[in-house]
């Protein structure tokens, strides 16, 4: 048998000095091990008598030595604790111990009475907070703690910070008697606030509300009080509200809370208050003001605004004031001198002026607040206000200490008001959360503008208050709609003042709330404005806050003008460190996302490859064949003032080609490969140690791998083939054969087609592999189709390329000169049929006047130029070449005008290459002379032999 306890509320007695303790029992019968057979729950209670409790008693070393003497009582309830003894120290008893037994409802009514009109005594530590912790959690901050849904011996204050639950005891409060809690709320205002309270206490019972549900007339009459009376009492709208968002934590009640309109009401309620205490805080500024008493036009529109923006304002102050907000008597100033006699009418005259000031500043504060209450009436005064305020002018002018006195009592006071406005805040902002679960509701939400109010919201300094507009404004920023006009409302600017916050779970938040704004480009560049940066950095050594502020600087990453940002902040330094020493076999695909967008920069890469870091990289690369972090490597070797620190591992990229299973890894080591354009690699030798060709003819068979890791191998052929070597290899092992067939499966794929001609280009460019392209493949015959294609670049490509052939052949140069003349020609005829066409439209009677000019509109020299490639003949004598070399060298079409570079994709462009003209100035008959090429010393291949092997096949 097992017996377990489950500790639960905690009660002032009735009558006794003593406390009652709520708890669960629980027993269990096992049959077998970890087989329960039989179990039990049982509620009890405790009784704690405070015998040493007198007048003079700590409450807070009492509760102490309660909480450590009990063990039904938990260590997070002592606040409760205190506050209970606090208030069973400062009850009188209200009955006797000699009344009867049948006169105990009596005394229970007696103490509910006196708990709820001595409450305000300690309104200053009784505030209640609502958790953001989950839906339905419900803290009392000092007065008691509890769970789902507003569960029994939870507690929440009204909203002058009357410990509603803790004062009422559970036992008082029963479902049986809500019709007398229902009569209360056609009383008076005090009494209707009585009656919503205990109905309250019943509703935070789960078990209550479906008895609540079925009682029609108890929650029509709440909505109507709620709805004629809301503006009275901050207490009575905290109250009302809190029932109907004890429904709201359940689905199964929503369709109550919209059926009776509770939504609509709330956001009238939160509209009106968020208002009002802007008003309020409007004129404590004009207060605050130097010459704010001498600027009558500002109060008055100040007063004009309360008026408008606040219909039947009540004087905050005098509702339920608390006895701490009465102004000390060591504030009133005191007589320099005594009177001489008890008249004291007759000592006015003499009187000093700091009294005088006195009581008028304290009579005119609370008669201004009565008038801007009233609707815009005057209150009552012998003393016109234009007198008063020139009275209050002068007064201020001369002795600002009493001015500043009164502007700190004011600043109190707005202080005490706004947590109680800010309770009634979190209990309608949280309800309407919950209602938002239903995409409809919510979007009548957004009309009535919840954004805005949210926003400013945001300004407040309750930190539950915040967290809950937080929350609320992260659901509703995935839409469209609501992240505009969060946008044009300025947040980006109220956020930075949340992230400063010291409660970890508010700055959670917020950075959730900003990770969805920034997937807005013009909301991530007012995140860079207002400096968002730096304080996002700081978050990534935050264990907690690490994983958000990484994915928000990813989203920052994406523009390539912050990319430069990050050099100005430690991110690069500590985000490749993260990667370096993480002992994980993944890295946080995050980190490793910012990284690669990082990269593409010049700055951060230096700083990533600075101390040894591009080792590290490299190791961790290759021991767990991470392909995320080659792509990062592969950018990193695309700048190149860092491409000859990866020499060191050419050998171990190009031997991981052949014995490596990952496609995705093998890519980006191709693409290393394919950067790395320097002169000092001898690419054949590599080609040849690690047997790269079979490997890469493989690869090259239409439709055998993947088209990604296809095009980084055509890139890295370009790449070789720049060495003349290199391309008498691939001609003599027929990878050009291999490309052409590729080139035909593959047309409609610009990329694979842009860079398999531009290693035609490579290889065309060396005069010992040139004859072999041209005669031996039909490589000049697609150059010529693909020279009208659409993409820019793949034409730019075949005009170069076509340029080498008409100089080596004269055929061929006869055909290319067809073939562009009948191409422009295809296009004059194109234009002129167009403007024919237009023509016929028009009644013109002097057309043969008009031919001529239509005539020079279209006979253009540049036509002419463009169709004669050379003007001479290619077989002629020597002087004719050097007509030739004349007109290749002023013609802009010529080859020794030409760019020799990688075409313009999604790769990087090549160093230029030198002019064609220079390198192909000994013509086709003098064949047999020696090349002047200078090769590497350590070349094996004979060039010679190879290109009168090539010749021969």
């Known amino acids: 048998m097992l017996l377990r306890w489950k500790g639960g509320s905690i009660e002032p007695h009735p009558t006794d000095k003593a406390l009652i303790v709520n708890y669960q029992l629980e027993a269990t019968v096992f049959g077998e091990p970890n087989n329960p057979m039989i179990e039990e729950k049982k509620h009890c209670q405790k009784i704690i008598r405070l015998r040493s409790l007198n007048t003079k008693t700590d409450p807070a070393a009492l509760a102490r030595e309660v909480v450590d003497k009990c063990d039904l009582i938990h260590k997070s309830q002592l606040n409760d604790v205190e506050q209970i003894i606090f208030y069973l120290k400062n009850r009188k008893d209200n009955a006797s111990n000699d009344i009867p037994d049948n006169n105990t409802h009596s005394r229970r009514s007696a103490a509910l009475h006196n708990s709820h009109t001595r409450s305000s005594a300690r309104s200053h530590s009784s505030v209640a907070a609502m958790s953001s912790s989950g839906t339905g959690t419900v803290t009392g901050t000092g007065t008691g703690t509890g769970s789902g849904g507003g569960g029994g011996g939870s507690s929440i204050t009204n909203g002058s910070g009357n410990a509603l639950a803790a004062s009422t005891p559970t036992a008082d409060v029963s479902i049986n008697n809500i019709d007398e809690y229902v009569e209360l709320l056609y009383e008076e205002l005090g009494e209707r606030i009585r009656g919503s309270a205990m109905i309250l206490q019943m509703a935070r019972n789960p078990d209550n509300l479906e008895e609540l549900e ?154 201004a607040l009565c008038a801007g209450a009233g609707g815009g009436g005057d209150p009552p005064s012998t003393v016109p206000a234009e007198l008063k305020a020139q009275s209050n002018e002068s007064l201020d002018r001369n002795d600002p200490k009493v001015k500043k006195e009164e502007i700190d009592r004011l600043n109190k006071q707005l202080k005490i008001f706004a947590k109680k406005q800010e309770q009634l805040l979190r209990v309608a902002f949280y309800l309407l959360l919950n209602m938002a679960e239903n995409v409809k509701l919510e979007e009548k939400m957004r009309r009535k503008h919840i954004v805005k109010m949210l926003v400013k919201a945001l300004d407040r300094q309750n930190i539950d208050l915040l967290m809950l507009v937080s929350t609320f404004l992260k659901k509703l920023s995935i839409v469209g709609d609501n992240k505009d006009e969060m946008c044009s409302l300025n947040i980006v600017a109220k956020l930075p003042r949340l992230f400063q916050s010291t409660h970890t779970d508010l700055v959670q938040v917020t950075l959730k709330l900003v990770f969805n704004l920034s997937f807005d480009g013009g909301l991530r560049r007012k995140m860079i404005a207002a400096g968002y940066l730096p304080m996002l950095v700081m978050f990534i050594n935050d264990e907690k806050h690490h994983g958000i502020a990484v994915k928000i600087l990813y989203h920052m990453s994406l523009d390539d003008k912050v990319k430069g940002m990050f050099t100005q902040t430690e991110c690069v330094q500590m985000a490749t460190d993260a990667i370096i020493l993480n002992l994980n076999v993944k890295v946080d695909l995050d980190l490793i996302a910012l990284c690669i967008n990082l990269s593409l920069n010049r700055r951060n890469a230096q700083i990533m490859v600075d101390g040894q870091r591009l080792h590290s990289l490299m190791d961790r690369a290759f021991k ?124 409609e794929d610009d990329e694979i087609v842009l860079q398999i001609i531009y290693v035609f280009q490579q290889i065309l460019r060396h005069e010992s592999t040139r004859e072999y392209m041209i005669k031996e493949t039909e490589s000049p015959a697609y150059l010529i189709d693909l020279m009208h294609d659409k993409n820019e670049e793949i034409r730019k490509v075949c005009d170069y390329c076509l340029d080498i052939i008409a100089i080596s052949d004269t055929e061929w140069a006869k055909r290319i000169k067809l073939e562009k003349f009948r191409n422009h020609n295809s296009q004059w005829l194109c234009m002129v049929e167009s403007q024919q066409d237009r023509d016929n439209e028009q009644d013109y009677a002097d057309q043969e006047d008009e031919c001529d000019n239509d005539l020079d509109t279209y006979l253009r020299s540049e036509y002419l130029d463009n169709c004669d490639l050379y003007n001479n003949d290619l077989n002629g004598d020597n002087d004719s070449n050097n007509s030739n070399s004349n007109n290749s060298n002023n013609n802009p079409a010529s080859p020794a005008m030409s760019t020799y570079s990688r075409p313009l994709s999604t790769y990087r462009r090549s160093q230029d290459l030198d002019e064609l003209y220079n390198m192909t100035s000994s013509s086709k008959s003098q064949g047999s002379s020696d090349n002047n090429f200078m090769f590497k010393s350590n070349k094996s291949l004979d060039t010679d032999g190879l290109h009168e092997e090539l010749l021969m096949a």
């Open 214 to 367: 079925k009682n029609e007339a108890c929650l029509s009459a709440l909505s109507r009080v709620l709805r004629e009376d809301w503006r009275k009492s901050l207490d009575l709208s905290t109250n009302i509200i809190y029932i109907f968002f004890c429904f709201s934590t359940y689905t199964k009640f929503h369709p109550l809370i919209v059926q009776y309109k509770i939504g609509s009401l709330c956001m009238d309620v939160i509209d009106y208050e968020l208002r009002r205490y802007e008003t309020m805080r409007n004129e404590l500024d004009v207060r605050k003001q130097p010459n704010g008493s001498s600027t009558p036009h500002s109060a008055k529109t100040s007063k004009e605004k309360l008026n408008r923006s606040t219909d039947d304002f009540l004087d905050i102050m005098n509702e339920e004031k608390p006895k701490e907000m009465e102004p000390p008597r060591r504030r009133i100033p005191e007589l320099k001198q005594r009177p001489k006699s008890g008249n004291w009418s007759s000592f006015h005259g003499s009187m000093s002026s700091s009294l005088i000031k006195s009581q008028i500043l304290n009579s005119s504060y609370h008669e």
């Open 624 to 747: 767990y064949q991470d392909a995320l972090l080659m792509k990062l490597l592969r950018n990193l070797s695309q700048h190149e003032s860092l491409q000859l620190q990866f020499i060191d591992y050419v050998a171990d990229l190009a031997r991981i080609l052949t014995i490596c299973d990952d496609e995705a890894f093998i890519v980006e080591c191709l693409g290393i490969l394919g950067n790395l354009s320097l002169t000092d690699l001898d690419y054949s030798q590599i080609l040849q140690n690690f047997q790269l060709i079979p490997w890469i003819r493989q690869l090259l068979v239409p439709s055998s791998r993947l088209d990604d890791l296809v095009l980084d191998t055509i890139v890295y052929l370009g790449t070789c083939a720049c060495d003349e070597l290199c391309a008498l290899l691939f001609c003599r092992a027929k990878v050009v054969i291999s490309l052409i067939e590729l080139l035909k499966a593959k047309q």
